[in-house]
């Protein structure tokens, strides 16, 4: 019940501490903050998170109980497109792709529905499609 409480608090925080970010304007001050949220958040380095494949990325999130780990790679593919506006294109395009295939990925395998990730898929599918008709 403990764990429960803990890490339902963990995912309150993770998402003020991305509204408090997006109201952030200096966008060197938002990157390094995005890169500590990797490390508190998921337990692993932004390089290994900004560099890993999807398969790369259930794998790391695998470490923590089976009850936590949907949210845990929602809460990456939130960074993820968090990120995705800090950079130009090529990089926003592959980091909206990543944030795309996590969602979906929990879409079809968590076997809870979200009408909320739903919205989110089809939002990052049109930038997607808009950012590569540039």
């Known amino acids: ?5 803990y890490f339902l608090r963990l995912v309150e925080e993770f998402a003020q501490a991305l509204i408090w970010l ?3 304007k200096d ?3 938002k990157l390094e903050e995005l890169r500590l949220m ?10 290994f998170y900004h560099a890993a ?12 109980p089976e009850n ?10 939130e960074l993820y497109y968090a990120e995705s506006p800090l950079h130009s294109l090529p990089i926003r395009q592959q980091l909206l792709e990543k944030a795309y ?16 990730r739903q919205q989110k898929i089809m939002k990052i599918q049109n930038e997607m499609n808009s950012a590569s008709s540039k």
């Open 68 to 77: 936590e780990r949907f949210q845990r790679l929602e809460m990456l593919a």
């Open 38 to 47: 990797y490390q508190r958040y998921l337990g692993g380095p932004y390089e």
């Open 1 to 5: 019940m403990l764990q429960k409480d």
């Open 22 to 24: 997006q109201n952030k």
């Open 101 to 116: 295939a996590i969602f979906y990925y929990c879409d079809q395998h968590s076997g809870l529905f979200s009408m909320e």
């Open 27 to 29: 966008r060197e001050k």
């Open 53 to 64: 494949t999807l398969e790369d990325a259930v794998d790391a999130i695998s470490q923590y």
